[in-house]
């Protein structure tokens, strides 16, 4: 049996950043039932003159609504804590990145909850789920996407789409996450934007990205490139946003040993790609 690495043990406990996530979703739920039962109320006695069962039938519909609702919350939320697979948890994250996330936004607001709380805490619960799929991909199709303002801010060498011309002064992290590429064979690619970044996904085409950022880029990220599995780490600032930012190199092992087939890596023959992207 594969030791379970780090990043899955720690996985299934529940941060802060996840608890921010499912109580701005359980403040949803709860102002959800209030709507409804308001639409249920006012127009009651008007339905009354309509049909006497009419109130009883909206309030069958809104019921079921309510609790169709929770249903997903709780298995969200199971899915969460337990870290498995559960039932229909694989819709869940499509849910969550298209639907919950703007609307935990907005409630975040409502909350005094800033908007990099809420990322966090949706990246946290993205990569929860991602997590409890289990997914596996061969080096050539895991990719390690990172952002530009990584390189040392006085390099002159371009890295952006390939990191082929980097000279690995050992200045910044792009010298540590090379030797990870080679290591495990997966490619590596930097991206100066979300353009840039989906047009590299579209050529190299992986099963699954690891993927480093700041709340924003990464949120941005998760969204576009779903349903394509994407891990998010997100990136430290010693110096403030976008200037000679740093990445925790052993979580982003820690998430090549988890998604990688066992034994791939050692297997895999073939340098990672270092060409730069057609254009």
């Known amino acids: 049996m594969d030791e379970t690495p780090k990043i899955i043990n720690g996985g299934n406990s529940l941060k802060p950043q996840k608890r921010i996530f ?51 919350v709780v298995i969200l939320a199971l899915t969460v804590v337990l870290g498995r697979d559960l039932f229909f948890s694989r819709r869940l994250r499509g849910i969550v990145i298209k639907l919950l996330l703007p609307l935990m936004s907005s409630v975040g607001k409502l909350c005094g909850v800033s908007q990099d709380q809420v990322r966090r805490s949706f990246i946290e619960i993205n990569n929860q789920l991602v997590l409890a799929q289990h997914p596996r991909a061969t080096p050539d199709k895991l990719l390690l996407l990172m952002p530009h303002c990584l390189q040392f801010h006085e390099c002159q060498f371009r890295i952006t789409g390939s990191t082929v011309h980097c000279k690995r002064c050992g200045k910044c992290p792009i010298t ?7 290591k495990y064979g997966v490619g590596l ?11 590299i996904v579209v050529e190299r085409r992986p099963h699954l990205i690891i993927a480093v950022a700041c709340e924003r880029d990464l949120s941005s990220g998760i969204q576009d490139s779903y349903p394509l599995p994407v891990f998010g780490v997100v990136n430290q600032r010693p110096h403030g946003p976008c200037y000679d930012t740093m990445v925790d190199l052993e979580k982003v092992e820690e998430a090549l040993k988890t998604f990688l087939v066992p034994g ?16």
């Open 189 to 199: 690619a930097v991206a100066t934007g979300g353009t840039l970044a989906r047009r």
């Open 22 to 72: 499912l109580g701005l979703l359980t403040v949803t739920v709860c102002l959800f039932t209030i709507i409804l039962g308001v639409f249920w109320y006012v127009p009651y006695m008007g339905l009354t003159t309509l049909h006497p069962r009419l109130p009883l039938i909206l309030g069958v519909v809104f019921t079921a609504l309510l609790l169709l609702v929770c249903g997903v």
């Open 176 to 182: 540590g996450l090379m030797e990870l590429s080679e």
């Open 264 to 279: 791939a890596a050692s297997q895999s023959q073939e340098p990672p790609s270092t060409t730069p992207p057609e254009g």
